[in-house]
């Protein structure tokens, strides 16, 4: 792997004490979260909400877009903490139009196979044993596999593999569609998933970090001689500043990978890349959009703030007892986690359907700045669940 500078925690003592965050506030979370998914159960029976809100409030949509599965998710999440059957029916009965999108490819043309079929059918299996669920997640992770580009070792993240525009190039949002690969072959038998999936992840490493460990949001490969090309961004504030949700998608998406393939250099990488990103949080420990951004008027992120909770959580059980950043990086998990639930949960705005205030899909874009993110709302679940319970990610 190349060499990437680490800078380590920049801020002194910040992350040493970890903050009153009591089992009994996390509940609370919790309950108002739950109450948010029974409010839109009905609602979103066989429609999605939309990615991102509008006025804090999520629209319908059917099953497009990379995001559906994060309130199928949610709905998860719901039934494994409560039990309660009506979560697992409305879960259940989602399935449906995941099988339909798989079997009539529709939009399917994207690497975010893995964040849809992650969560909606792998963890339908995980915790039910669903067959059903089982053969489309497989389905799913042979769309995923035929994206992968042989000589330049990376799965291509959006469009058909011919169009000239997308043709070549990684993102770092992938990472978090590997684990369906990595599923696919152990339940599969299967090694080819692996691989592709072990490729992307080493050339991720390569091209998408850079050597001051903050990553370029996307990425070029040559297709044909497999060689680097150039990196740039898509929602980041530019081609070479560092976009903060990749930047949190790596520092969930490289140990989910060492889940699977035990290379520990991808851990040894992950807290060059979380160091950077602690070391660049604002007073209340959500980060800005972009990291260039650390004060000023810039609107906050907090689908990223969510994303890096459950990626130090996930970090730091990987590390061993005598390696100082485990507690630092559950310490500093904790505090993202206690700022989010004071300031930046919708209790306040009883017209809201969503959970995470303040969270920005695409400002270059003008899409969903400042709003509710539908992938917040489930990190934002998730991270409390895995601060409250033993939880086995459907990751
Ligand atoms: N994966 C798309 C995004 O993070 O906006």
Redesign the pocket.
């Known amino acids: 792997m190349k060499q990437v500078k680490d800078e380590g925690i920049q801020v002194g003592s910040r992350y040493d004490q970890a903050p009153q965050l009591t089992k009994e506030r996390c509940e609370e979370a919790m309950a108002f979260i739950l109450g948010q998914v029974d409010r839109n159960l009905e609602t979103f029976a066989d429609t999605f909400p939309s990615e991102a809100s509008t006025g804090n409030i999520y629209k319908q949509i059917g099953n497009t877009e990379?995001t559906p599965a994060f309130w199928t998710g949610m709905l998860w999440l719901a039934y494994e903490t409560t039990g309660e059957e009506k979560y697992r029916q409305a879960a259940e009965k989602q399935l449906g139009s995941y099988r339909q999108r798989v079997e009539e490819r529709c939009y399917t043309d994207t690497h975010?196979l893995g964040f849809l079929y992650t969560l909606s059918c792998v963890s339908a299996y995980k915790l039910t044993g669903n067959e059903e669920a089982k053969q489309l997640a497989l389905e799913a992770a042979d769309l995923l596999y035929n994206r992968y580009l042989e000589k330049a070792g990376i799965i291509q993240a959006w469009g058909n593999l011919s169009d000239p525009k997308q043709q070549g190039r990684m993102i770092i949002?992938c990472l978090m569609n590997l684990p369906l690969l990595f599923w696919a072959s152990e339940v599969s038998g299967d090694r080819k998933y692996y691989d592709a999936a072990a490729s992307h992840v080493q050339k991720s490493a390569e091209y998408l970090i850079r050597e001051d460990a903050t990553s370029f949001h996307t990425f070029y490969m040559d297709t044909e001689t497999g060689r680097p090309k150039y990196g740039s961004t898509a929602?980041g504030y530019s081609d070479d500043s560092c976009w903060s949700?990749g930047q949190a998608?790596g520092i969930y998406g490289f140990p989910l990978s060492y889940r699977y393939t035990e290379d520990t250099e991808l851990i040894g990488l992950t807290k060059k890349v979380a160091n950077y990103f602690l070391s660049r949080l604002p007073e209340d420990y959500v980060a800005y959009w972009d990291l260039i951004f650390t004060d000023g008027p810039e609107e906050r992120d907090s689908s990223a703030a969510a994303i890096a909770v459950c990626g130090l959580l996930e970090t730091s059980a990987h590390l061993p007892l005598t390696d100082p950043l485990k507690r630092k990086y559950e310490n500093a998990a904790l505090l993202i986690l206690k700022s989010l639930i004071k300031n930046y949960m919708t209790r306040e705005i009883p017209s809201s359907n969503g959970i995470l205030l303040h969270a920005v899909?695409?400002k270059p874009g003008n899409n969903g700045v400042d709003e509710c993110c539908i992938?917040g709302d489930y990190y934002m679940y998730e991270a409390l669940v895995r601060v409250t319970r033993d939880w086995k990610p459907y990751w």
């Open positions: 990379w975010d949002d929602q949700r998608w899909y695409s992938w």
